[in-house]
């Protein structure tokens, strides 16, 4: 339960650099939101000399807190989590995401944000009103009360969605936009009846500067309640009860290593001052339920709060090292040159440059590997999952056999022991060809054309060597296979034959109708009616002797024009096909 993940934290939390980081963000992000939020409704008053509320005013304050939020929301997400709003930090804290001395330090902030724009906007307007929240003619307390909370939870459930959900994937990159989106169109359902505030700040602003507290408690209850229950909701029905929850005190680390220092920030992991994960768009990236430890070269690493010491050594580091092949926590030492490189393919490319003697290139023989060295402690050792000196597992995925790690286990690696190398997929997923000796999707069983060796040579577009390529692999109807951006890169050159067998790879009934329709409109001259000459179909194999014609040669077997000249003139493949599938 979600609620069973609520943590209060310790005081020292609200006074670490970090903490005090995040809740200046917040204040500078509330301040510029309510600056251009509250200034646009200022502005819309003096242009109309204070005149009455129109659709035109309603949608510029829809488009301008749009904007605004999106802009607030993404210069804050990487050091506070891009809050910005009292209702999403509640909700978040409801939900177990931070703790609650976190949260009053974020609530604190934000309010001075909020009450600073104000009394900017009302110096930067020569003494202009700054509007507090009302209640329009015939809305009633609770008619808004409900619309707060209807409102609030729409935008909260919108930041559990796109930035909160560990499964968002990609989605967290537009998590800005998207909460942009859901405030502006709240205001435009809201904004007419209560003003759509969905944000305690928002309220407490100008109801500061114009002391002005008509109906406030309205725009403190609605949101709270109604981002509360959008975070109870989210983590009880979507969020995967896996996660654990928040730390509620710091444990003890003396026993981890001298070289290790406790950073528990609760904030998005940085290296060198610079944001270096993936997820550091997300909102409360690294709030959830992870402490950061600091190695000694000053790279923190996120770490599980409920684990033992020595559980807590093996994730350190986990996701922050590799190479663009592969993430983890180790290097190899080339046993053919004694070199040190982060995977066999950096070994690879190193090695076979251009820049290098021809006859000094090479490969590493990868299932001689022996020694690794840890990428935090730089340990030489033994090819072993766990590192000897500190602890630290060098990837989560680990095979003896290929001497392999990696740390993304999403892959669904497994070993293959027919092809002697790891591959990935998930095995329940594939199932290996003993005459092809390559391992193919489940979904080929029955109805691949077999192919001796098929994988154990180079791409026939790239020459790359198939077997053991990181990048996708088709297999073509003839059973030959290549790397399937090759084939893409062949269908944008309006190639469409195997160029190893020459057969075509796709259903070509259709350019063959249109070679139909263009052979009847094109007779042939006198002297060539009565031409025969003798042809080879690349599709089924057979010859036969057929008229001769200058746009292509029609196969009587199989209708096919992918046919070539073998007899009769000149040897020449089908000119015309190329043109017409353009």
């Known amino acids: 339960m979600p609620i069973s993940r609520i943590a209060v934290g310790r005081a020292e939390e609200a006074t670490r650099p970090d903490a005090l980081k995040a809740a200046v963000a917040e204040f500078i992000s509330t301040l510029l939101f309510v600056y251009a939020g509250q200034g646009s409704g200022m502005a819309f008053s003096k242009l109309t000399s204070d005149g009455a509320a129109t659709p035109a005013g309603l949608i510029a304050a829809a488009v301008a807190h749009a904007f605004a939020l999106f802009v607030a929301v993404s210069i804050a997400a990487n050091i506070s989590g891009g809050h910005v709003n009292p209702a999403v930090t509640f909700g978040a804290f409801v939900g177990g995401n931070i703790s609650l001395l976190r949260g009053i330090l974020y609530w604190i902030a934000q309010l001075l944000g909020a009450v600073v724009a104000c009394l900017l906007l009302k110096f930067t307007t020569g003494g202009l009103t700054t ?12 008619n808004a009360f409900i619309f707060e909370i209807v409102m609030t939870f729409g935008l909260v459930y919108t930041v559990y969605a796109t930035a909160v959900d560990p499964k968002r994937g990609s989605l967290g990159t537009i998590a800005p936009i998207a909460i942009g989106f859901i405030v502006g169109a709240n205001i435009l359902a809201g904004g007419a009846f209560d003003g759509a505030s969905m944000n305690p700040a928002v ?244 109805s691949h054309i077999c192919v001796e060796r098929a994988m154990h040579h180079n791409c026939p577009v790239c020459f790359e060597y198939l077997f053991d390529t990181t990048r996708n692999i088709t297999v073509l109807r003839c059973g030959h296979t290549i790397h399937l951006d090759c084939v893409k890169e062949m269908e944008r050159h309006f190639q469409y034959a195997c160029p190893v067998c020459s057969k075509s790879y796709c259903d070509m009934t259709r350019v063959w109708e ?36 200058v746009v292509a040669q029609k196969c009587l077997n199989c209708n096919s024009y992918n046919t070539k000249q073998t007899r009769g003139g000149q040897t020449t493949c089908s000119p015309r096909i190329s043109e017409l599938v353009n």
């Open 131 to 142: 509007s507090a929240f009302a209640l329009s003619s015939g809305v009633s307390v609770w």
């Open 203 to 446: 309220s407490f602003g100008p109801a500061v500067v114009s002391w002005s507290w008509d109906n406030h408690w309205v725009y403190w209850a609605g949101p709270l309640v109604g981002g509360g229950l959008a975070g109870l909701v989210y983590e009880l029905f979507f969020i995967n009860q896996t996660h654990e929850q928040l730390p509620t005190t710091i444990p003890n680390y003396n026993n981890v290593s001298n070289s290790y220092c406790l950073a528990w920030a609760g904030v998005p992991l940085q290296e060198g001052g610079i944001s270096s994960g993936r997820e550091n768009i997300a909102l409360f990236a690294g709030v959830r339920t992870t402490k950061n430890i600091m190695d000694s070269g000053g790279l923190k690493h996120s770490i599980n709060s409920h684990s033992s010491d020595k559980e807590l050594m093996k994730e350190m580091g986990s996701d922050k090292y590799g190479c663009s092949h592969y993430r983890r926590r180790c290097k190899i030492i080339a046993p053919c040159c004694n070199e040190v490189f982060d995977c066999r393919h950096c070994h690879n490319d190193s090695k076979n440059s251009l820049e290098v003697n021809p006859l000094q290139r090479h490969d590493i023989p990868r299932h001689q590997i022996e020694r690794v060295i840890c990428s935090l402690c730089n340990t030489e050792q033994d090819v072993k999952q766990i590192c000897i000196n500190c602890g630290v597992c060098l990837g989560k995925y680990y095979c003896s056999k290929c001497k392999f790690f990696d740390d993304d286990v999403s892959k669904n690696q497994y070993h293959c022991d027919k092809c002697g190398i790891c591959r990935t997929g998930g095995e329940e997923n594939f199932f290996h060809c003993d005459r092809c000796q390559c391992c193919y999707s489940n979904l080929l069983k029955d």
């Open 514 to 549: 249109r070679l139909d329709q263009e052979v009847a409109s094109t007779p042939m001259p006198q002297m060539y009616q009565n031409k025969m000459v003798w042809i080879l179909c690349n599709d089924c194999g057979e010859t036969s002797e057929v008229n001769y014609y």
